[in-house]
C-alpha cells in the first residue's frame, strides 16, 4: 500500500526489517468506509485492488501521530491525533522487496467523518502516481466485492463498529501476504 514504497537500501537482509503502519477506517454518516484503488508500487499485485488510507509510521512518530499526518496528506482531512477513534483492529505479516523481507505491524484506527470531499493536494509524488481513484463502500458492497479488499475483513470490522461503536479491543485481522520480484 502507500507508505511501503521504501525498501532498505543495500543488499537484501534475511533478517525482516520492521516496518510499522498507521491506517484510518474513515466511516462516512452514511455508514460507508473510504477506500483507494491504484497503482501499489511493491506488492507484485496486478489484479484491481482497495485499501485504507495510510502508511508508514517514521521513526520516532507514534502510529496516532503516523495516521493523522496520512490523513492529512492522503484525503485533505486534518485530524488532530488525540481526536481520531481507537485502534479497532490490527494485522502482522512478512512480506517481500526482491529478496528483502519486511515484517508489517498495521494498525486502524476508526475515523468518523460528516461530510469528506478527499482532496490530493497533500499527497506526495508517489502517493498521487498511486492513488489512482476513492470510493466509499458499504457492508454489503465490500461483502460482495470482486476486487481484493485490504485489509482482509474490513466488512466486520465496519459492520461491528456500526452496529455497536468501536470493539473493546482491537481486531485480529488475517495478514496480506504479497511478494515483489527481485530487483535486478
Given at each position: ?23 484510518a ?5 452514511a ?5 483507494f484503488?491504484g497503482?501499489?508500487s ?10 485504507t488510507?495510510?502508511?508508514?509510521v ?5 502510529p ?10 492522503e ?10 477513534g481507537?485502534?479497532?483492529a490490527?494485522?502482522a ?8 523481507p ?7 484506527f476508526?475515523?468518523?467523518v ?6 490530493d493536494?497533500?499527497?506526495e ?9 476513492h ?5 454489503a ?24 461503536g468501536?470493539p ?6 488475517p495478514?496480506?501476504?504479497?511478494r515483489?520480484?527481485?530487483?535486478r
Amino acid at each position: 500500500m502507500p507508505g511501503e514504497e521504501s525498501a532498505a537500501v543495500g543488499e537484501a537482509s534475511s533478517t525482516p526489517v520492521f516496518r510499522p503502519t498507521a491506517r484510518a477506517m474513515v466511516i462516512d454518516d452514511a455508514g460507508q468506509l473510504l477506500l483507494f484503488s491504484g497503482a501499489v508500487s511493491n506488492t507484485g499485485l496486478t489484479e484491481p485492488r482497495w485499501f485504507t488510507p495510510g502508511g508508514g509510521v517514521t521513526a520516532g512518530e507514534s502510529p496516532r501521530d503516523a495516521a493523522s499526518r496520512e490523513l492529512a496528506e492522503e484525503t485533505g482531512l486534518i485530524c488532530p491525533a488525540p481526536a481520531l477513534g481507537p485502534v479497532v483492529a490490527v494485522c502482522a505479516g512478512l512480506w517481500w522487496a526482491g529478496e528483502q523481507p519486511f515484517f508489517g505491524a498495521d494498525s486502524f484506527f476508526a475515523v468518523r467523518v460528516g461530510g469528506l470531499t478527499v482532496s490530493d493536494a497533500g499527497q506526495e509524488d508517489a502517493e498521487r502516481a498511486a492513488l489512482k481513484v476513492h470510493r466509499w463502500w458499504t457492508v454489503a458492497e465490500l461483502e460482495q466485492a470482486v476486487d481484493a479488499v485490504f485489509p482482509l475483513g474490513a466488512a466486520d470490522v465496519l459492520r461491528q463498529i456500526l452496529a455497536g461503536g468501536p470493539p473493546s479491543r482491537p481486531v485480529w485481522l488475517p495478514w496480506r501476504e504479497h511478494r515483489v520480484a527481485a530487483r535486478r
